[in-house]
Protein backbone atom coordinates (compact mmCIF):
# COMPACT_ATOMS: atom_id res chain seq x y z
CA UNK A 1 0.00 0.00 0.00
CA UNK A 2 1.41 3.28 -0.78
CA UNK A 3 1.67 5.99 1.57
CA UNK A 4 -1.61 7.95 -0.02
CA UNK A 5 -3.53 5.30 -0.08
CA UNK A 6 -2.82 4.98 3.86
CA UNK A 7 -3.28 7.93 4.39
CA UNK A 8 -6.63 8.49 2.71
CA UNK A 9 -7.55 4.68 4.90
CA UNK A 10 -6.91 6.44 7.83
CA UNK A 11 -8.49 9.59 6.87
CA UNK A 12 -11.37 7.75 6.60
CA UNK A 13 -10.97 5.86 9.86
CA UNK A 14 -10.30 9.33 11.24
CA UNK A 15 -13.88 10.13 9.93
CA UNK A 16 -15.70 7.12 10.90
CA UNK A 17 -14.47 7.77 14.37
CA UNK A 18 -15.74 11.38 14.57
CA UNK A 19 -19.15 10.23 12.84
CA UNK A 20 -19.39 7.34 16.15
CA UNK A 21 -18.22 9.93 18.45
CA UNK A 22 -20.78 12.27 16.98
CA UNK A 23 -23.43 9.79 17.18
CA UNK A 24 -22.61 9.35 20.50
CA UNK A 25 -22.16 12.47 21.70
CA UNK A 26 -25.62 12.86 20.08
CA UNK A 27 -27.30 10.35 21.78
CA UNK A 28 -26.20 11.01 25.11
CA UNK A 29 -27.32 14.63 24.59
CA UNK A 30 -30.31 13.14 23.74
CA UNK A 31 -30.99 10.76 27.11
CA UNK A 32 -29.93 13.93 29.30
CA UNK A 33 -31.83 16.66 27.52
CA UNK A 34 -34.51 13.52 27.73
CA UNK A 35 -34.58 13.66 31.34
CA UNK A 36 -34.69 16.67 31.97
CA UNK A 37 -37.09 17.83 29.76
CA UNK A 38 -39.49 14.72 31.28
CA UNK A 39 -38.46 16.30 34.91
CA UNK A 40 -39.99 19.54 33.63
CA UNK A 41 -42.99 17.65 32.49
CA UNK A 42 -43.70 16.94 35.68
CA UNK A 43 -42.98 19.74 37.55
CA UNK A 44 -45.61 21.41 35.15
CA UNK A 45 -48.00 18.49 35.21
CA UNK A 46 -48.03 19.29 39.14
CA UNK A 47 -48.07 23.13 38.75
CA UNK A 48 -51.54 22.72 36.26
CA UNK A 49 -52.98 20.32 39.20
CA UNK A 50 -51.95 22.90 41.91
CA UNK A 51 -54.06 25.73 40.02
CA UNK A 52 -56.72 23.27 38.68
CA UNK A 53 -56.89 22.64 42.92
CA UNK A 54 -57.44 26.55 43.69
CA UNK A 55 -60.06 26.89 40.67
CA UNK A 56 -62.23 24.08 41.69
CA UNK A 57 -61.98 25.31 45.38
CA UNK A 58 -62.55 28.96 44.24
CA UNK A 59 -65.86 27.62 42.24
CA UNK A 60 -66.85 25.98 45.02
CA UNK A 61 -66.87 28.14 47.50
CA UNK A 62 -68.55 30.75 45.24
CA UNK A 63 -71.36 28.11 44.51
CA UNK A 64 -71.58 28.07 48.38
CA UNK A 65 -71.75 32.42 48.86
CA UNK A 66 -74.80 31.91 45.72
CA UNK A 67 -76.93 29.01 47.36
CA UNK A 68 -76.75 31.06 50.32
CA UNK A 69 -77.95 33.88 48.74
CA UNK A 70 -80.55 31.91 47.05
CA UNK A 71 -81.57 30.38 50.45
CA UNK A 72 -82.16 34.03 51.99
CA UNK A 73 -83.53 35.36 48.94
CA UNK A 74 -86.06 33.01 49.01
CA UNK A 75 -86.65 33.36 52.85
CA UNK A 76 -87.26 36.52 51.92
CA UNK A 77 -89.79 36.08 48.84
CA UNK A 78 -91.68 33.84 51.16
CA UNK A 79 -92.10 36.45 54.26
CA UNK A 80 -92.80 39.61 51.80
CA UNK A 81 -95.67 37.50 50.06
CA UNK A 82 -97.09 36.44 53.34
CA UNK A 83 -96.84 40.28 53.90
CA UNK A 84 -99.03 40.56 50.78
CA UNK A 85 -101.29 37.90 51.51
CA UNK A 86 -101.78 39.31 54.86
CA UNK A 87 -102.34 42.89 54.08
CA UNK A 88 -104.97 41.92 50.66
CA UNK A 89 -106.68 39.92 53.13
CA UNK A 90 -106.79 42.59 56.37
CA UNK A 91 -107.85 45.17 53.45
CA UNK A 92 -110.75 42.50 51.97
CA UNK A 93 -112.33 42.00 55.19
CA UNK A 94 -112.38 46.16 56.02
CA UNK A 95 -113.81 46.56 52.48
CA UNK A 96 -116.26 43.84 53.25
CA UNK A 97 -116.97 45.32 56.53
CA UNK A 98 -117.65 48.66 54.99
CA UNK A 99 -119.79 47.49 52.48
CA UNK A 100 -122.37 45.80 54.70
CA UNK A 101 -122.21 49.35 56.91
CA UNK A 102 -120.46 46.88 59.72
CA UNK A 103 -118.02 49.50 59.86
CA UNK A 104 -118.25 53.17 59.05
CA UNK A 105 -115.65 55.95 57.95
CA UNK A 106 -115.77 59.31 59.41
CA UNK A 107 -113.16 62.10 59.71
CA UNK A 108 -113.13 65.03 62.29
CA UNK A 109 -114.14 68.12 61.82
CA UNK A 110 -112.86 71.44 62.44
CA UNK A 111 -115.29 73.12 65.16
CA UNK A 112 -113.62 76.57 64.10
CA UNK A 113 -113.50 76.64 60.54
CA UNK A 114 -116.67 78.23 59.80
CA UNK A 115 -116.27 78.40 55.75
CA UNK A 116 -117.04 74.21 55.67
CA UNK A 117 -120.71 75.72 56.25
CA UNK A 118 -121.49 71.91 57.46
CA UNK A 119 -124.30 71.61 60.37
CA UNK A 120 -123.18 68.44 62.17
CA UNK A 121 -124.21 68.72 65.73
CA UNK A 122 -121.21 68.97 67.99
CA UNK A 123 -122.43 66.69 70.89
CA UNK A 124 -123.24 63.00 69.52
CA UNK A 125 -126.67 61.76 70.30
CA UNK A 126 -127.58 58.88 72.04
CA UNK A 127 -127.38 56.52 69.57
CA UNK A 128 -123.71 57.57 68.78
CA UNK A 129 -120.34 56.02 70.57
CA UNK A 130 -118.17 58.78 69.71
CA UNK A 131 -117.11 61.67 72.41
CA UNK A 132 -114.55 63.34 70.46
CA UNK A 133 -114.95 66.02 68.23
CA UNK A 134 -117.39 66.80 65.64
CA UNK A 135 -117.44 63.77 63.09
CA UNK A 136 -118.98 63.49 59.50
CA UNK A 137 -119.11 59.93 58.16
CA UNK A 138 -118.18 59.76 54.53
CA UNK A 139 -120.40 58.28 51.89
CA UNK A 140 -119.79 54.40 51.80
CA UNK A 141 -118.69 54.66 48.22
CA UNK A 142 -116.35 57.43 49.05
CA UNK A 143 -114.83 55.28 51.54
CA UNK A 144 -114.40 52.19 49.41
CA UNK A 145 -112.07 54.76 47.00
CA UNK A 146 -110.09 55.62 50.17
CA UNK A 147 -109.72 52.21 51.32
CA UNK A 148 -108.87 51.41 47.62
CA UNK A 149 -105.75 54.19 47.80
CA UNK A 150 -104.66 53.05 51.09
CA UNK A 151 -104.88 49.65 49.61
CA UNK A 152 -102.66 50.83 46.84
CA UNK A 153 -100.02 52.49 48.99
CA UNK A 154 -99.67 49.61 51.42
CA UNK A 155 -99.11 46.86 48.61
CA UNK A 156 -96.39 49.98 47.17
CA UNK A 157 -94.50 49.99 50.60
CA UNK A 158 -94.57 45.98 50.98
CA UNK A 159 -93.24 46.09 47.47
CA UNK A 160 -90.71 48.93 48.30
CA UNK A 161 -89.34 46.92 51.73
CA UNK A 162 -89.28 43.65 49.24
CA UNK A 163 -87.02 45.27 46.77
CA UNK A 164 -85.03 47.15 49.22
CA UNK A 165 -83.84 43.93 50.85
CA UNK A 166 -83.45 42.20 47.82
CA UNK A 167 -80.62 44.86 46.92
CA UNK A 168 -79.15 44.91 50.51
CA UNK A 169 -78.81 40.57 50.25
CA UNK A 170 -77.43 40.72 46.47
CA UNK A 171 -75.53 43.94 47.57
CA UNK A 172 -72.98 41.72 50.16
Do not use: F
Not at 54 to 72: D, F, M, T, W
Amino acid sequence: MTPVQKLAGLAVLILVLMAAAAGVTWQVQDWRMGKKLSEQAGLHKDDLAAISNAAAAQVSAEQGKRLAIEQQLATQDQQHTKELSDAQRNQALLRNRLATADVRLSVLLDATDSASGCNVPPAAGAVGVVHAARRAQLDPAHAQRIIAITDDGDNAVIALRACQAYVRTIAR
